[in-house]
C-alpha cells in the first residue's frame, strides 16, 4: 500500500465512491499499518500453504475459461492500471496526429509524427506493467484462483489494446482528412513496431525487474532506426545501428514471430519462478 496519503485518499475514494467515507477510513487505516507484524511459526506457514494448495486445485479445477469469467478479470484489473497511464497514451498519440495531420508530407521518405510516437508509448505503458509497486499487488493476486499469469496477460492486453485501438482510431481519421495518406501503409509503419517494442520492454521488465531499463532500450532502440535511417547512413556500421529490420517490409513476418516469442519466454519465465517460490517455500 502506498504511504502517499493524498495517493491513499484517492484509492479509497475510487474504491468506495464517496469522500466521506474515504476521510473516515484513512485515520484507522494508518493506525493498523502501525501495529507491528504478527509472528508465525514455520510449521503455521507451511499448513497455510499446504491447505491454500487443496483449495486452490478444487477451486481451478472445476473453473472454466468463458468470456465472463475474462471480462471481470479485465474490469478488474482495469481499475489498477494507474490513470496517468491511459490519460499521457492518448495524450501523446493525439499529438502526434495532429502533427501529422498539419505537417506530414507523405511524398518524402520521413517518418510520420504519428508513426515514430504510437510505439514509443506502447512500449513505455506495457514495460510499466511490472514496475514494484505492481509486483507487490502481483503476490497478493496470485494467492487467488486466477494466478499471476492471467493477470499481467490481462493487464497487457489492456495497455496495448487501447494503444491500438487509439493509434487506429488516428490513423483512419489521418485517410479521412487527407486523401494523399493511405491507410494500409501507415498502419504497417506503426504496428508491426509497436508490437516488437511492446513485447521487448514487456520480456526485460519481468526478466530483469527494472522499469526503467526495460523501457530505456526500447526507446532507444527506437530512436537509433528513427535517427539513422533519416541520415541515410553509408556506413555497414551506422546502416547496422539503424535496425533496418523494424521497417523493411521483408522482415515483418520476422518481427511477429519475434514479438509472440517474447511474450512466450516471459510467461514461462514467470511460470518456472512462480513454481520454484513455490517449492521453496
Known sequence: MTDDPKRLRDMLVEDTGSDDTADALIRPIQALRQWPNPTTSNAEIQALLRRLSVEGQTIGGGQRLNLRWMWLILRGQLRIIRKELWAASALVILIGTFVTLVSYRPDTDTFAPLVILAPIMAAVGVGLLYD?????????????????????????????????????????????????ISLGPLILAWLLPMTFLSSVAFLMSVVLRSTTFSIAVSLLMWSLHVFLTQATPDHTLVYALSLPGLRDESTRPFLLIAAVLAVLTTFLFLEKSDRELRTTA
Do not use: K, W
Not at 509486483?135 to 499471476?148: M, R
Not at 492486453?157 to 482510431?169: A, C, E
Open 132 to 180: 514494484a509497486e505492481y509486483e507487490i499487488q502481483l503476490e497478493i493476486e496470485d494467492a487467488t484462483p486466477t494466478g499471476v499469469l492471467r493477470i499481467l496477460l490481462a493487464r497487457l492486453m489492456l495497455i496495448f489494446s487501447f494503444n491500438l485501438i487509439m493509434t487506429l482510431g488516428c490513423s483512419i481519421i489521418l485517410t479521412l482528412a487527407r486523401a494523399e
